[in-house]
């Protein structure tokens, strides 16, 4: 069974960081588009940062762009987010996502979630 869950959210300063990590058991992660999004109260979720673990480059949301990082630790099978620069509006829930690439692309269609974790930014 394919499991994905985060863990690392806290509350923090503005203008802290923070990591946030994701641990993804029952397959490995050769070949998979993997992604961090958020959902903050009354909003929609949306897509932090993403790459294509076969080879690519990471894509970031315009409003991270620049302070968030996104990386694999392949022995772990673990994906992590560094976030930097923190801001007020960086308060959400942070959900970890996988899922199979689509004509050489990441939209995920069908992504496998994890519970999410906390990210809570005082000003």
């Known amino acids: 069974v394919v499991q994905v869950a985060e863990s690392g959210g806290d509350s923090v300063q503005a203008g802290g960081s923070l990591r946030i990590s994701c641990i993804v058991t029952?397959?490995?992660?050769?070949?998979?588009?993997v992604g961090w999004f958020r959902q903050a109260p009354g909003k929609e979720r949306e897509k932090v940062a993403a790459f294509y673990t076969g080879g690519g480059h990471e894509t970031y949301a315009a409003s991270v762009k620049g302070r968030f990082t996104i990386s694999q630790d392949k022995p772990k099978n673990t994906l992590y987010l560094d976030m930097n620069y923190l801001k007020f509006d960086d308060t959400a829930i942070y959900y970890c996502?996988?899922?199979?690439?689509?004509?050489?692309?990441?939209?995920?269609?069908?992504?496998?979630w994890g519970q999410g974790t906390q990210v809570t930014v005082s000003s």
């Open positions: 996502a996988v899922d199979q690439p689509f004509g050489g692309t990441c939209p995920f269609y069908s992504p496998t």
């Open positions: 029952g397959y490995y992660l050769d070949n998979y588009c």
